[in-house]
């Protein structure tokens, strides 16, 4: 017969929680393309910072070389129309992307979170305000919103920042409203309530910390739309100032009419380099979201 | 049903004249920007403004503007552009039949695509197949579509010395081989981010149906593999498929936008972005007034069809 003092030592048997790092490790074989993307993101966010320094020529400077060289051990990305090292205007453009592109998410993303679980919390009129402006912006073209955002604040940086995260406002209000009325109406919260916690303590300590980590999650699936509605503007040539490095604005204007040409690095290298971002804060943010919550894949 | 679709007809008019509203008297802020100094040259004299400014209809208080804009829409009176002084509605109509045509090839090549690759990959799940589609479903999310078009006009003419045109619309009734040369290669790249979108919510959609007891029902009963997959399979997964497809026409506005840009072709797309550049309100004004109309009614046209797809789907 067992005694106490045994049944107690087979507890012993249950796996400990193992080290962070060792979980961490087991989590990035399990999600290979996720951490394929966090490095690419990783190394995103480094250009952005130290570009400039990394970079082989000054960005902006004429005559590095001959005009529209194609890739050689000099200009690995060849040069463009005015002789700017394509390769650095490339490395260069990451700042104008990150800066728009993480600001927009993290402003649009937060608000976002905040209105979602105000709304999916509390419910009645606010749920209804919240939800139906949602789909009022959902419902207009895009661009003519922006133009209309464009008249209001002026063409620049903020009014592309607030423009993005808008649309990642929304979207994200939407997810987080959903998932808290989920926590709210858990057996959980029920079983809280009837032990006599308040309704803020049900709030802040159940509800709350359940929803939070999903709006990381949100982020980072933004993230993609972000960049590549940043690099669409710019090579509308009504996003950022031009003259900046920035991918988008390399891609049109004088150098789209090169590329026509047959001088394709010019055009090819920027392209990429939106390319492999965005893929990479895709298969991060997948990644991110099936080791949240499985149920949210599609 | 009729009833639901009458209200919301009714609230048609209300919406559009809230968006004019608000776009007629954004447009007019003091720092939006004057279409008189976009208009000038360095020869144009203050006089020459004033007179402008005058003819054009700008010197008078916005409401009073308004009124007499409100007045001449409702007798089916867009006004004139700005810039060369033509009635809006013929430069609109003169720039349609291009951007309409990318939208719908666009449209229909995300659908196809869309569905039929999230339909195998969903039914074909874990294969080869289903493992390549969603390898073509991550990079088409990531891949901008203006880089997909520039790509277009780039390779073809290093690899083959063929060049795909630019601009100069070509009516598909006049000449329906160089029309469809022009649009079909550009638009099939524009559906390439919307198709994988679509195959990602099509193939989560039928895997969520291909679940269900009466998928294994209607295969015991001895139908076909059509039968199963399309009569019982798809039509139970069509709800998020076509709200997708709305919101996607919506986003399509953006890419003929792009589309456009890139091959400089003379639609709707141009018309709002250089109308825009120099503030030429009355254009700004139709073509918002415009895609808000056309987009709500494509909603509820969205809205009534899900009632159609889901008899248990009602409005009252």
């Known amino acids: 017969m067992a005694t106490a003092a045994e049944s107690l030592r087979s507890f012993d048997t249950v796996p400990r929680e193992r080290p962070r790092l060792v979980r961490l490790a087991r989590l990035a074989r399990q999600h290979p393309t996720g951490v394929f993307g966090l490095v690419v993101i990783a190394g995103f966010v480094v250009l952005g910072i130290f570009g400039p320094a990394i970079a082989p020529y000054d960005p902006r400077e004429l005559r590095t070389g001959g005009v529209l060289e194609g890739p050689s051990r000099a200009h690995p990305f060849g040069t463009n129309a005015l002789g700017q090292d394509v390769l650095s205007r490339v490395i260069a453009g990451a700042r104008i992307s990150l800066i728009i592109s993480f600001s927009a998410v993290f402003i649009g993303g937060s608000i976002g979170s905040f209105l979602g679980i105000v709304s999916g919390y509390y419910g009645r009129w606010v749920d209804y305000l919240i939800q139906r402006s949602g789909e009022a912006w959902a419902a207009f073209p895009s661009i003519v919103f922006y133009f209309m955002l464009i008249t209001a604040f002026g063409q620049g940086v903020k009014t592309i920042i607030i423009a993005i995260a808008i649309g990642a406002l929304f979207g994200g209000s939407r997810v987080l409203r959903g998932a808290t009325m989920v926590e709210a109406r858990s057996t959980y919260v029920e079983a809280a309530r009837a032990l006599g916690a308040s309704e803020a303590r049900i709030f802040f300590r159940h509800v709350l910390p359940n929803v939070l980590p999903l709006t990381v999650v949100l982020m980072s699936t933004s993230l993609g739309g972000a960049i590549l509605a940043e690099s669409a503007l710019a090579f509308l040539g009504i996003g950022v100032e031009p003259g900046t490095p920035s991918w988008g604005i390399d891609m049109s204007g004088e150098n789209l009419t090169v590329a026509r040409l047959g001088y394709w690095h010019v055009v090819v290298f920027p392209g990429l380099a939106i390319s492999l971002v965005v893929l990479g804060a895709n298969l991060l943010g997948d990644a991110l979201r099936d080791i949240w919550d499985p149920r949210l894949r599609r | ?316």
Do not use: C
């Open chain 2, 1 to 316: 049903m009729r009833q639901y679709a009458l209200r919301r007809l009714a609230y048609l008019p209300l919406i559009a004249a809230l968006v004019s509203v608000i776009t007629f008297f954004t447009l007019r802020m003091p720092w939006a920007g004057d279409p008189v100094t976009y208009m000038s040259t360095q020869n144009t004299t203050v006089e020459d403004q004033e007179r402008l400014r005058k003819e054009l209809g700008l010197d008078k208080p916005v409401a009073v503007q308004f009124g007499l804009w409100l007045g001449d829409v409702l007798r089916g009176d867009f006004g004139e552009t700005f810039r060369g002084r033509q009635p809006v509605l013929d430069e609109v109509m003169r720039r349609f039949p291009a951007t309409l045509e990318i939208m719908v090839l666009s449209l229909g090549f995300t659908v196809l695509f869309g569905v039929t690759f999230g339909v195998v990959s969903a039914v074909r799940q874990d294969s080869f197949a289903d493992y390549g589609l969603r390898v073509f479903a991550v990079f088409g999310q990531s891949v901008p579509d203006f880089f997909l078009l520039i790509l277009l006009i780039v390779l073809p003419s290093i690899w083959w010395n063929y060049s795909h045109p630019i601009g100069g619309h070509v009516s598909i009734f006049e000449d329906p081989i160089r029309n469809l040369r022009l649009y079909v290669p550009p638009t099939l790249l524009l559906a390439v981010g919307g198709s994988a979108l679509m195959m990602r919510v099509t193939r989560s959609a039928m895997l969520e149906v291909l679940r269900q007891d009466y998928m294994r029902t209607a295969r015991a009963k001895g139908l076909g593999a059509y039968a199963v997959i399309v009569r019982h399979g798809l039509r139970n997964a069509l709800i998020p498929i076509i709200t997708l497809a709305g919101n996607h026409l919506v986003a399509l506005f953006f890419g003929a936008v792009i589309l456009e840009q890139v091959f400089s072709i003379n639609g709707l797309g141009q018309f709002f972005l250089t109308s825009a550049a120099q503030r030429d309100f009355p254009v700004m004004q139709f073509l918002v007034l415009y895609s808000a109309l056309v987009v709500m009614g494509l909603n509820l046209v969205v809205d009534l069809s899900y009632a159609l797809i889901d008899p248990r789907i009602k409005y009252s």
